[in-house]
């Protein structure tokens, strides 16, 4: 089962938690799972559009068929802004 990791500001939509096992096959459905577990987070992630996926170290640019394995780390991430 994959390992999915919060940053700080989407632990508020988590009820602190900072990491959560989920078994699913690719992103998408890792999403559709976190969505069921934190509708709060969903809502987080749609309007955060530019969240960027990071699996086992790597930021993923169209992550939503990407395989999962039993032992992927998953980060999501709001990407930096600035200039």
């Known amino acids: 089962m994959a390992v999915v990791?919060?940053?700080t500001d989407q632990r508020?939509?988590?009820g602190g938690i900072s990491a959560v096992t989920v078994n699913a096959a690719n992103v998408r459905e890792?999403?559709?799972q976190l969505?069921?577990?934190y509708p709060s987070l969903n809502a987080h992630l749609v309007e955060?559009?530019?969240t960027a996926v990071a699996i086992d170290g790597e930021i993923i640019p169209d992550p939503w068929l990407e395989a999962l394995t039993e032992t992927s780390e998953v980060y999501l991430v709001r990407p930096l802004a600035g200039g």
């Open 5 to 7: 990791h919060f940053s």
């Open 12 to 14: 508020q939509h988590t």
């Open 30 to 32: 890792l999403v559709r």
């Open 35 to 37: 969505s069921a577990l």
């Open 48 to 50: 955060t559009s530019s």
